[in-house]
């Protein structure tokens, strides 16, 4: 069983910003919002143990696009005509199921009408008894949806973690992933 440190340590691995800068909201916003579901597949090499080290991490995000890893989605918009969003990422990270993170960064969304969302966040990890919850919310800073709201998570079964403690460790986790954006 892993505790709230191992899990928290995950915000860093979904948390796709991978940076620590804070851009400022811009003066105008939005009058348009989106809500989505997707899946969000994440690898990771070497796999994640108990033990923090330099790992390259990489990050398949798709709300309302169905490929190899995400097999299902929906989205639904007003006022704006996404109607699907993706994101890669690539990072090298020190990171171990065990190790505490504080995740804050910003993270982009690129969407099927040619636009992107970009927003600020901070994010915290819940256990239950049965899910994990990684909880990312902030403000769109640029881009589609400019100045609304944002708040995403990620759940992934507890199960998907008993890895953690074998010498090949975590290799591959798949989260379960809802996006809302609102004025």
Excluded at 116 to 132: E, I, M, Q
Aim: hydrophobic letters at 40%.
């Amino acid at each position: 069983m892993i505790g709230k440190r191992q899990l928290a340590s995950l915000a860093v691995v979904v948390g796709v910003a991978l940076g620590s800068a804070v851009v400022a909201a811009p003066a105008y916003a939005s009058t348009a919002s989106i809500s989505c579901t997707g899946w969000t597949y994440a690898t990771y090499t070497p796999g994640l143990t108990n033990t923090a080290k330099p790992t390259a991490v990489v990050v398949d995000g798709d709300l309302n696009v169905i490929d190899t890893y995400s097999p299902t989605g929906s989205c639904l918009a007003i006022g704006s005509s996404a109607t699907a969003g993706e994101r890669y990422v690539t990072a090298q990270l020190n990171v171990g199921c065990t190790q505490f993170i504080v995740e804050t960064g910003v993270e982009k969304i690129n969407w099927n009408d040619g636009q992107s969302t970009s927003f600020a966040f901070s994010a915290n990890v819940t256990r239950g008894s049965s899910n994990t919850v990684i909880r990312e919310a902030g403000t769109v800073t640029s881009g589609e949806f400019a100045g609304d709201t944002v708040v995403e998570t990620f759940t992934a079964p507890n199960t998907a973690f008993l890895g953690c403690g074998t010498p090949g460790g975590v290799t591959a986790l798949d989260f379960v992933t809802a996006l809302t954006i609102t004025l």
